[in-house]
């Protein structure tokens, strides 16, 4: 592979074109290269999961994903995670549920929640606790978010 | 942190991710969930000129109740009810590596080769410079024991010491075609601790073979870490066994793993047991014998006189919960 080749893939719903690096790790790409910065960059070792994107669908650490292997895959962020009006259910929870502080590590969260309210429409506690325990928060504390995360699964914020 | 650069291919078939490996002799890591793997080479440990991408890999895939592909994610393991019904104790260790985010790209193989930790080798460059490096990196000499023949790094994974209790084989495939070994075998590389595995180079792991007979035995998976959210193993004890409730033991393996360089199996021990009932007296002999022969040295965040201590309360732990637990 030339390292001047193209990498194409969906990312939230638009087709993206970019020349990428072997080397390139997805969360460089899309904060540095494609600008869109909702993703954080945190511990970048896997560790705190602030830089939590939808591969697929599915939660991933996009501090310790190939840019490459996203070839032809599908990538949601925070940015698309939100409608062209307003705010997703898990959003709209975390704001009425006063369940960020910095906000730093929310982005991760709400997208860990968006996948698990998707596969899980009705997690127990128990379920919400293990399913965000990739995910760290220094500021709140947890109560908050996972009162967050079962109040938009119940269908109110 | 941007990694050194390096080049990627992405083989579609074994046969070609072999023959590649061939080529690119000691110039390579393959790479499958990237968990392990990247946090190393933002660390600037060991890098290569050349990373394998295993994802597309047909023959890596594939889960059922007699073989576990090497590419199959643990996340995917975790949610199998049928996995976990039929092999509880592999089930606790696959749901307990790291966290969720981790387990979705983290795979079986990964977990099965995962890099032996310590704590003078898993940190930056700048760190270990400024101790001069040590054998497993960049030097010649080792911090925790000091000499300079062998490395004491922790083997830290989680699946081995379950699938070890079970008699799980491995499937191996390299230039000079397949084989298959049980598991235990792959970890009894000779023990200087910088040789993990007894693969060549070049080999690589395709899949865990499950024995019929390991379905449904009675079996637990204890694991001692500092977050329980999070972290490698400080110890992790493994048993799977075969008893009617209060009857005799027709068979009982124990393996241990996140304590010494290698995972380590007590068969001579276990085999002591078969034939006699479980009692709280043999079970506690038991565990007074495994953790007379565990020496965990001083490299990860719990000191060593701890985690040697601990080792007969896990084997306790793990024997007592395989007991309540009913067979699969």
Known sequence: MSSQELLSFRLNGQPVTTPCEPARILLDLLREDLEETGTKRGCDLGTCGCCTVLLDG????????????????????????????GLSPVQAAFVAHGATQCGFCTPGFVLTATALLKENPHPSREEIVRAISGNLCRCTGYTKIIEAIDAAARGGP | MHLDPFELHRPTSLDATVRLAGDLAGRFDYLAGGTDLLPNYKMHLNL?????????????????????????????????????????????????????????????????????????????????????????????????????????????????????ALDAEVEIAGADGRRRIPLAAMYDAGGDGIRRTTLAPGEIVVAVHLP?????????????????????????????????????????????????????????????LEGGTLSDERVRALAEAVGERVRPVHNTFLLPDYRRRMVAVYVRRALAEARAGRAG
């Open chain 2, 212 to 272: 019929s007979a390991a379905r449904g035995l009675r079996s637990r998976y204890k694991k001692l870490r500092v977050r329980p959210s999070y972290d490698f193993p400080e110890l992790g004890v493994a048993v799977a066994g075969r008893w009617e409730d209060g009857g005799r033991v027709e068979r009982l393996r124990l393996a241990i793993g996140g304590a010494e360089t290698y995972p380590r199996r007590f068969d001579d021990l276990t085999s002591a």
């Open chain 2, 48 to 164: 290569r000129p050349h990373l394998i991408a295993l994802d597309r890999v047909p023959e890596l895939r594939g889960r059922s109740l007699e073989r576990l592909g090497a590419m199959e994610r643990l996340a995917d393991l975790e949610r199998d009810p049928a996995l976990r019904a039929a092999f509880p104790g592999l089930a606790d260790a696959v749901s307990e590596v790291a966290t969720p985010l981790v387990r979705a790209s983290g795979t079986v193989g990964g977990n099965l080769l995962v890099e032996t930790r310590c704590f003078f080798f898993n940190q930056s460059y700048f760190w270990r410079a400024s101790l001069g490096f040590c054998l497993k990196a960049d030097g010649d000499r080792c911090h925790v024991v000091p000499q300079k023949e062998r490395c004491y790094a922790t083997f830290s994974g989680d699946l081995a010491p379950p699938l070890i």
């Open chain 1, 58 to 85: 599915r939660p991933t650490l996009s501090c310790l994903s190939l840019a490459r292997l996203v070839e032809g895959c599908e990538v949601t962020t925070i940015e698309g995670v939100s409608p062209p009006q």
